[in-house]
């Protein structure tokens, strides 16, 4: 049976799951695609004003300056929008970061823009599962923590950015700025599976643009004078696809470059993404990568820049993040909930918050699927229910005050 003191049940009885709906509804019916300034702008004014009914102080703060290597090999700044950040009792001796994001995959010209109802218990649109749901999740379970009083000594930052989609380019050193000194940290990520089934250790992203730089010639007088930058990437691309392997997936994903027929083409981008299951698959990719550019270099006789990073590193589960777990599992229980969770090869910010050594669980959010594609879907229940979880998880480690 459920073993909830009567400080828990009455905090968990504050949570409006119609109010938490009534909110997704409103904010997955503005595009806020992740390049969709004028849209991310109004989301985010909207999320201003709903998180100002926390204690603290609300602010936009100004996106990094992000680069990236176009078609042509040009390095251009891309421009994202502002990111949310809440700060509660910034000198509380108990810390901990709530994270989100408000940013999806939905370009404003994409054809997946409206709500719908798929049964009376479970609402499709863009953003609503990832991760608008998990917002309205976020709130909800802070307002019912501070609801619940005694909240003196606990302090938090929230921070809801808007590049998270696209690899959190213009917020990575936000996060970590944010995450230093917390005890603990909750993303709210929709559920790893419809089930409620959370993520667990995931792997690292890195993405990289390799831009070749050779020389132009005559294909039919003299070839030989040319030095073929699509022939270069192409080698380059077979090596690094040979680096593929159990703890390392290798995706060579685009060729740009070349020209007409009869001219030996002097200029290739190779676009390559690389997933490292451990910090140490990380490492060896890295040096091999440098290792392999040099020798494609040295072998066509061309230059090759190197764009990009490993953005998202690796998130083994040790024994801090073990510890969290548990106790979201142990929260779960005392609310009927069974809460599992398993090793996924997706990231998120997360992994960025991971690396700063802060324990992290990043999918606190409600129970859908088919994310990232028009078939997006909400279970509604899971808005109260994974409220709940949130606020009785966070409620347990302030009277702890420790994991």
Same mark, same amino acid.
């Given at each position: 049976? *459920?073993?909830?003191? *009567? ?9 409006? +799951? ?34 100002? &009914? ?19 090999? $040009? ?17 509380? *001796?108990? &810390? ?35 991760? $608008? ?41 936000? !996060?970590?700025?944010?995450? &230093? ?97 451990? *910090? ?41 993040? +073990? ?55 909400? !279970? ?19 009277? $702890?005050?420790?994991?």
């Amino acid at each position: 049976m *459920p073993q909830l003191s *009567p400080t828990e049940t009455a905090m968990i009885e504050t949570i409006d +799951q119609a109010a938490m709906l009534a909110q997704v509804e409103r904010w997955a019916a503005t595009n806020s695609g992740s390049a969709n300034l004028a849209g991310l702008a109004n989301v985010a004014s909207e999320l201003s004003d709903a998180f100002a &009914r926390l204690p603290g102080e609300v602010r936009l703060v100004d996106p990094a300056p992000v680069e990236t290597v176009d078609a042509a090999g $040009k390095v251009n700044v891309v421009e994202h929008g502002r990111h949310l950040v809440l700060s509660v009792r910034p000198d509380a *001796p108990l &810390r901990m970061l709530f994270t989100g994001h408000m940013d999806t995959v939905f370009g404003i010209d994409h054809p997946f823009q409206a709500l719908h109802w798929i049964d009376d218990a479970t609402l499709g649109g863009p953003g609503v599962a990832d991760m $608008k749901g998990g917002i309205a999740v976020m709130l909800a379970a802070l307002g019912a923590v501070e609801a619940s009083g005694d909240c003196e000594g606990f302090g938090y930052d929230v921070l809801i950015n808007s590049d998270e989609e696209v690899g959190s380019p213009s917020s990575a050193a936000l !996060i970590a700025e944010l995450a &230093r000194g917390k005890l603990a940290a909750l993303t709210y990520e929709p559920s790893a599976l419809p089930d409620g089934t959370l993520a667990g250790a995931r792997g690292g992203s890195g993405n990289f643009s390799l831009t070749i730089s050779g020389k132009s010639a005559h294909a039919g007088r003299n070839p030989d004078d040319g030095r073929n930058a699509i022939v270069a990437a192409a080698d380059l691309a077979l090596r690094l696809k040979a680096l593929h392997r159990a703890g390392l997936s290798v995706n060579p994903a685009r060729i740009d470059g070349g020209g007409p027929n009869n001219v030996v083409p002097d200029a290739a981008i190779l676009r390559v993404n690389f997933r490292p299951a451990t *910090p140490a698959d990380e490492t060896a990719a890295d040096a091999a990568l440098s290792r392999i550019i040099a020798e494609v270099a040295e072998r066509h006789d061309v230059t090759i820049a190197r764009h990009g990073g490993f953005g998202r590193p690796p998130k083994p589960i040790n024994a801090s993040a +073990q510890r969290l777990f548990d106790l979201v599992r142990d929260c779960g229980a005392d609310l009927g909930l069974d809460i599992g969770w398993k090793a996924t090869g997706g990231v998120c910010d997360g992994n960025n918050i991971a690396a700063c050594g802060v324990p992290v669980v990043d999918t606190m959010g409600v129970r859908g699927g088919a994310i990232h594609s028009r078939d997006e879907f909400m !279970i509604v229940a899971s808005l109260a229910e994974r409220a709940a979880l949130s606020a009785l998880t966070i409620r347990r480690i302030i009277a $702890k005050g420790h994991l």
